[in-house]
Nanobody
Framework: QVQLVESGGGLVQPGGSLRLSCVAS????????AAWYRQAPGKERELVAK???????NYENAVKGRFTISRDNAKNTIYLQMNRLKPEDAAVYYC?????????WGQGTQVTVSL
C-alpha cells in the first residue's frame, strides 16, 4: 500500500499562509480521490477539502475562498494552500488518498495559528 508523509505545518500569525504537502510513496495517478482532513483538540476529525480523479474540488464552507487543494501527479504530491488563516483553523491536518480497495492516511501535520 502507498504510504503518505505530510509536511508544511507550523506556527503562523492570523492572516498568514501555509502550504501543506502530502507526498505518496507511489503513483497517485490512479487515485479515486484525495482529501485533507483536520482535527482540533476535543473535536472530531472533519473534511476540509477534497479533489476527485477528474480534479473537481469541494471545500468545507468555513475554508471556501481561502484554501485550495491541488495535485501534482509527476511529484506524487497533494497540496493544500491555506491563505488568510484564522485561529479556528488550528488543528492537526491529515492527508487521505482513496484507491481502489483501500484508503491511505498520513501521520498528520500540526498547524498553529496564533500571535
Amino acid at each position: 500500500q502507498v504510504q503518505l508523509v505530510e509536511s508544511g505545518g507550523g506556527l503562523v500569525q492570523p492572516g498568514g499562509s501555509l502550504r501543506l504537502s502530502c507526498v505518496a510513496s507511489g503513483s497517485i495517478r490512479s487515485i479515486l480521490a484525495a482529501a485533507w482532513y483536520r482535527q482540533a483538540p476535543g473535536k472530531e476529525r472533519e473534511l476540509v477539502a477534497k479533489i476527485s480523479s477528474s480534479d473537481s474540488t469541494n471545500y468545507e464552507n468555513a475554508v471556501k475562498g481561502r484554501f485550495t487543494i491541488s495535485r501534482d501527479n509527476a511529484k506524487n504530491t497533494i497540496y493544500l494552500q491555506m491563505n488568510r488563516l484564522k485561529p479556528e483553523d488550528a488543528a492537526v491536518y491529515y492527508c487521505n488518498l482513496v484507491f481502489y480497495g483501500y484508503n491511505s492516511w498520513g501521520q498528520g501535520t500540526q498547524v498553529t495559528v496564533s500571535l
